[in-house]
């Protein structure tokens, strides 16, 4: 990750008397975060989200046109989520300023079927109840009294805010935004406003990532259904996966839908993951006798970060498919081993999937092919069990 900028320089915001109002909100424009610590957070949160909504998600957007974080759900419903982060909350003059800027963008989005989400890392933001929105995700109908309040008051003191700025603004256009503005805070429905802090998130790397991690965890076991060992022994790589993955999306330019991050995308790592990590003994379904050199060469490739492209659902299923009409058609056979039995008559039928990976070597290329076939066939609980638990047509 890149070093941390300290805030303290970072002048992303503008404050009117003794309010606090984003100038670059009531442009209606949706900036990234001025920091990379921000940045890191926005990231991070909507891996936060991302999870806590599954499986009813279909896909997610990190800095989209429309939000920070824009999510899609299977009743094509909305979550809108204004990501907020301090690097030392301790050191913030008003905890509310931040939630103040998140409602004035949060504003402008359509509120009917979709939820408005305001995601920090600053755990006592309402002072009748610290920590009350840690590691969870809170509807304003399910706060409790003295927080409805304070929210109560906070919208209202945007508006009178920008009343004022109103009566002081000289230009007639930005008088026109600043009125468009007023009543879309004063319509503000909040009864589609969700609360949600991730905490604690701050500190190096190593510390920060905890709850994060806690939340994938809970996901692998909860949600997918995965033994507590295998889960753990995944995490930290899914974690990191996810994290660059995200990192890199969130880079590409909102355009037609060139940024959207799928359930698919997301979820075939966990398969690729889980796949045993001992070499195979393919060796009768090969049409050659392999050497411990190419052994070695196909050991490699198989190590590479680059080669799970080999284990997403696309291509999973198409393997999957072909192997159960297989099994159809060889009903009342008495087959030992039915994957190799599969992978020596079918196997070269996916060979194209891995001549595309750049491998010039034929021995090498019918290699590879056959190993992954092999891992794909014996793999198949597992590939049924996410797609299963994630909503994901296997």
Known sequence: MNALIDETIVKSIKKYSDEYLNEDVCQFDNDASASSFGWNFQVNAGIFLFLKYMPEVTDIKIESKAQDIEITLIDEGKVFAQAKSSQDHTAIRDQKEKFKDAII??????????????????????KTASNFFDNSIISYNDCLVGIK??????????????????????????????????????????????????????GNEQN????????????????????????????????????????????????????????EDLTWPIVAFLVDGNFPDID?????????????????????????????????????????????????????????????????????????????????????????????????????KVCKAVGVKA
């Not at 806690?214 to 060992?229: I, M």
């Not at 999306?249 to 037609?256: A, E």
């Open 105 to 126: 963008s949060l504003a402008r989005n359509p509120y009917e079927r979709n939820q408005l989400v305001y995601i920090s890392n600053i755990p006592n933001t309402f």
């Open 149 to 202: 309040e304070e929210i109560d008051d906070t919208i209202c003191s945007i508006s009178k805010s920008i009343d004022k700025k109103i009566k002081d603004e000289k230009k007639s256009k930005k008088v026109e935004k600043l009125v468009q503005l007023k009543e879309k805070i004063e319509k503000f429905h909040k009864e589609n406003l969700y609360i949600s802090t991730i905490y604690p998130y701050y």
């Open 208 to 263: 920060r990532y905890i709850k994060i991690s806690d939340t994938v965890l809970s996901f692998l076991t909860d949600t997918v259904g995965l033994s507590r060992e295998d889960a753990i022994s995944i995490k930290q790589q899914l974690l990191q996966h996810w994290q660059l993955y995200f990192e890199h999306n969130s880079t590409i330019k909102d355009n037609n839908n060139c940024k959207k991050i799928t359930k």
């Open 284 to 384: 009768t379904c090969l049409s050659f006798q392999p050497d411990l050199a190419i052994k070695k060469d196909v050991e490699r490739i198989m190590n590479d970060p680059k080669s799970f492209y080999h284990a997403r659902y696309e291509f999973t299923n198409r393997v999957l498919q072909r192997y159960a009409l297989f099994k159809k058609q060889s009903l009342g056979e008495m087959i030992k081993q039915p994957e190799l039995e599969f992978i020596r008559k079918y196997g070269r039928e996916f060979i194209d999937e891995f001549v595309m990976f750049g491998n010039e070597d034929e021995q090498l290329t019918e290699y590879l092919t056959k190993v992954f076939l092999y891992r794909i066939l014996v793999n198949n609980r597992y590939v049924q």
